[in-house]
C-alpha cells in the first residue's frame, strides 16, 4: 500500500497538488488557518483519499476519466447542478466529462478506480455505463457510504492491505457497489442471449480449470474470460447456465476449500484462522466463519483445533 500526504496554506500549491493527482483544473479562493489538508493511501487499482479545506474552493475541471466518489462528512460540495452535505456519497461527475463545482470547508473521502473495473463486475464493455452521478435512493446511499467507509477504515491498513487477493477484491467489491447504487446502462438479460452461442459447458469447463489453477492469486472475471478465450459475458452466462452461480462465486468456493485444506494441515501454535482467511481473500472473520459453517458443518477453529 502506497501512503502520500500533503498539507499546504498556498492556493498555487494546493491546485497543482490536485491538477496532478486527479485532473487538470483550476481553483479559486481564499485558504485561512489550516488551508488544505490531504491524505493519500493506493491499494492496487483503488485509490482512497481523505481531504480537509478550511475553506471556500471552487474548481474547473477536466474530465478525469475514471470513478471517482465523493463522501462528504463535514460541510457542503457541489458539482455541476448536484449538492451534497454530511452523509452523502456521489459521483463527482461522469468519468468522460468536464465538471466545476464548489468545496465548502468540508472534510470528505475520495475514492476512485479506474472505469475498466465496471466493465469487469457488469456485463461487458458495451454493457454498462453510469448515467447519474446520484445513488437510486437512501438504502443506496447508506450502501454506498458503507462500503467506502468499510474499505478505508478496514482493508486499507497495514496487516489487511499486506494480503496480495485483498488487492483486488477490495476494487472489485466497490465496483459491483457503485454498479449497484448508481442508475447504469447495464442490461444482463440482453447481454446473456447475445453471447449465449458461447455461454457453452466448453467454456464453463475451461474457466474452471483457470480459476482452480490460479485461486491463489488476484484474478477477476476479465482475466478468467480471456483465458477461455470468451467474453466476460459468455463467462457469466456459461456459468449462470451450467453451474448456477457466477463466476466471482465459484471462485470464492475454491478458494473457501483452499483455506479449509490449509486449516486441517497446519497447527494452531503457528497459525490462526484470522491468517489463513486473509491469505485466501476473507477479510471479514464473521462473514468467513459462516460461509466456512455453512460448507463444511463446523467451525474454522475446530478444524485448525483438530
Not at 13 to 40: D, K, N, V
Not at 153 to 164: M, R, Y
Request: aromatic share 6%.
Amino acid at each position: 500500500m502506497e501512503q502520500e500526504r500533503f498539507r499546504s496554506n498556498s492556493l498555487a500549491e494546493t491546485e497543482a497538488f490536485l491538477s496532478s493527482s486527479y485532473t487538470p483544473m483550476t481553483i479559486g479562493g481564499a485558504p485561512e488557518r489550516t488551508g488544505a489538508r490531504i491524505e493519500r493511501r493506493t491499494l492496487g487499482e483503488l485509490t482512497v483519499d481523505r481531504l480537509a479545506f478550511d475553506f471556500t474552493m471552487s474548481y474547473d475541471a477536466r474530465p478525469l476519466e475514471k470513478i471517482c466518489l465523493v463522501t462528504v462528512d463535514r460541510g457542503v460540495l457541489t458539482s455541476g447542478e448536484e449538492t451534497c452535505g454530511p452523509g452523502e456519497t456521489f459521483l463527482v461527475a461522469l468519468p468522460d466529462r468536464p465538471y466545476v463545482g464548489e468545496v465548502r470547508a468540508a472534510r470528505y473521502t475520495i475514492t476512485m478506480f479506474d472505469t475498466g473495473l465496471l466493465e469487469e463486475v457488469g456485463q461487458g464493455p458495451e454493457a454498462v455505463r453510469l448515467t447519474g452521478q446520484v445513488p437510486l435512493g437512501p438504502a443506496a446511499n447508506r450502501l454506498l457510504g458503507r462500503t467506502v467507509a468499510h474499505i478505508r477504515d478496514t482493508l486499507l491498513v497495514p496487516g489487511f492491505a499486506d494480503q496480495p487477493l485483498l488487492t483486488g477484491a477490495a476494487a472489485r467489491l466497490m465496483a459491483a457497489t457503485t454498479l449497484s447504487c448508481l442508475p447504469h446502462t447495464g442490461s444482463g438479460a440482453e447481454a446473456g442471449r447475445a453471447d449465449g452461442r458461447d455461454g457453452t459447458s466448453d467454456t464453463l469447463r475451461r474457466a474452471v480449470s483457470f480459476i482452480e489453477d490460479n485461486a491463489h492469486r488476484d484474478i477477476g472475471l476479465a482475466e478468467i474470460a480471456a483465458s477461455v478465450p470468451v467474453t466476460p459475458r459468455a463467462v457469466q452466462y456459461a456459468f449462470s447456465r451450467h453451474a448456477q452461480t457466477t463466476p466471482l462465486g465459484y471462485l470464492r468456493r475454491v478458494r473457501l476449500a483452499r483455506a479449509h485444506e490449509d486449516l486441517k494441515a497446519a497447527s494452531p501454535s503457528h497459525t490462526t484462522v484470522t491468517a489463513v482467511a486473509l491469505r485466501w481473500g476473507f477479510a471479514h472473520p464473521g462473514r468467513f466463519a459462516v460461509a466456512y459453517r455453512e460448507a463444511y458443518d463446523l467451525t474454522p477453529g475446530s478444524t485448525l483445533r483438530g
